[in-house]
């Protein structure tokens, strides 16, 4: 069965810094999805990403997906205390059931 | 306009009663599912409806058992609930197909006395 490993585990930065997340596949990824949980919230969709080598950006958070489509990397660029939260990657879980396997997990805090 | 909604938030109850957790979704989705987040946050899918149909059941005691009375609802009734219940319950919705966002409910928090 497919696996997603997500490092760091948790991440503190100072605001202003730049921060990389990283999300490593045990296979092939078809499909990547980036989430973000606040405590207390749901998971809010950031980005999807499908084909070798695609980027995406929303503000200032950027995800690539690598050539080989098995690592995926979350860009965040000059930190602010409201990108704190849990960035969770995603993968669909194969077949066309639509189920998503997720990572651990990232705690993210921005120190002000 | 909440686009995926559970009810209760909360939900604190004794070991060996039975509860239930509803969620809607206003999207028009035709595939809904209900996610477990343990104390470690680990997200794991634990079942999955389209038009009403289960098509996803993952290992889950059988003490679990959802209802999709129509598309737009799908709800998760557990029976003589368990200390190691204790997680957060997520609520999903999403159009069937890969690469089809999924989009998630703010969580029940259920807690075993």
């Known amino acids: 069965s497919q696996e997603l490993e997500q490092s760091p585990q948790s991440l503190i930065v100072q605001e202003g810094k730049n921060l990389t997340i990283n999300c490593t596949s045990s296979k092939t990824l078809y499909g990547l999805y980036w989430y973000k949980q606040k405590y207390g919230e749901g998971l809010i969709f950031l980005m999807m990403?499908?084909?070798?080598?695609e980027e995406k950006s929303h503000e200032k958070i950027t995800a690539k997906l690598d050539e080989k489509k098995q690592q995926s990397s979350l860009h965040i660029t000059a930190s602010q205390p409201s990108h704190a939260g849990i960035y969770l990657c995603?993968?669909?879980?194969?077949?066309?059931?639509?189920?998503?396997?997720f990572g651990k997990g990232t705690k993210l805090s921005v120190k002000p | 306009d909440t686009a995926v909604s559970q009810t209760p938030k909360y939900l604190v109850t004794q070991m060996g009663n039975d509860k239930s957790i509803k969620c809607e979704q206003n999207?028009?989705?035709?595939?809904m599912y209900w996610y477990k987040q343990d104390s470690k946050k680990f997200l794991k899918i634990m079942f999955s409806y389209n038009n009403k149909e289960l098509i996803i059941n993952e290992t889950v005691p059988n003490r679990f058992s959802p209802k999709s009375p129509d598309k737009a609802h799908l709800n998760l009734h557990i029976n003589s609930l368990e200390l190691g219940d204790s997680a957060v319950y997520f609520c999903?919705?999403?159009?069937?197909?890969?690469?089809?966002?999924?989009?998630f409910g703010d969580g029940t928090r259920l807690s075993i006395l």
């Open positions: 999903a919705s999403s159009q069937l197909g890969s690469n089809q966002p999924q989009h």
């Open positions: 995603g993968a669909d879980g194969g077949g066309s059931q639509g189920n998503l396997i």
């Open positions: 990403l499908q084909k070798g080598g």
């Open positions: 999207l028009g989705h035709d595939t």
